[in-house]
T-cell receptor
């Protein structure tokens, strides 16, 4: 089975812009979770989607949003980018319900 | 939210030595997971633990799910240079797919 894929792998944006990141889960997995990883804060949970519905949400501002499509692919959007949004954004998929999560390689976002 | 306390923060060991790291929390977790992350890559799952008291091995790696469901440890035996990386523990809250992560243990192995 192919693993979790994320596109793009690297992205450079400027403050105030918006960005959309994409995640394709492992085939058959219906849950997709998004995480932000920074050296200072470590891995922090953003949100989880299951069957096209947001099921869990972390403690991030409304500028961070996501969605999931009927094929379980998910996108994450960040509007009005700030310098502090520079991070590695990881998505992880699991089969559904509560299950072991498998991570993608991440998208490295740099905000200038 | 509930955070995991992972220790040690870093370890410098000689090739061939055994390594032990652990995670504790004030919260009860449904599942404990151990991941390894190489620079610029996503975490790779090493071991998943689903039952209190469970002891699971994966090659030279052994991990245990604490009886109280509030802690877990990971042991690496006979370390080799490719064990270098950052090891994360993660706990899944009961009936919730929200995972909490430890801050990581950075392992350096000297040949």
């Amino acid at each position: 089975k192919a693993g979790v894929t994320q596109t793009p792998r690297y992205l450079i944006k400027t403050r105030g812009q918006q960005v959309t990141l994409s995640c394709s889960p492992i085939s058959g997995h219906r849950s997709v979770s998004w995480y932000q990883q920074t050296p200072g804060q470590g891995l922090q949970f953003l949100f989880e989607y299951f069957s096209e519905t947001q099921r869990n949400k972390g403690n991030f501002p409304g500028r961070f949003s996501g969605r999931q499509f009927s094929n379980s692919r998910s996108e994450m959007n960040v509007s009005t980018l700030e310098l502090g949004d520079s991070a590695l954004y990881l998505c992880a998929s699991s089969a559904g319900g509560v299950g072991t999560q498998y991570f993608g390689p991440g998208t490295r976002l740099t905000v200038l | 939210g509930q955070q995991l306390n992972q220790s040690p923060q870093s370890m410098f060991i000689q090739e061939g030595e055994d390594v032990s790291m652990n995670c504790t929390s004030s919260s009860i977790f449904n599942t404990w997971l151990w991941y390894k992350q190489d620079p610029g890559e996503g975490p790779v799952l090493l071991i998943a633990l689903y039952k209190a008291g469970e002891l699971t091995s994966n090659g030279r790696l052994t991990a245990q799910f604490g009886i109280t469901r509030k802690d877990s440890f990971l042991n690496i035996s006979a370390s080799i240079p490719s064990d270098v990386g950052i090891y994360f523990c993660a706990g899944q809250l009961t009936n919730n797919n929200d995972m909490r992560f430890g801050a990581g243990t950075r392992l350096t192995v000297k040949p």
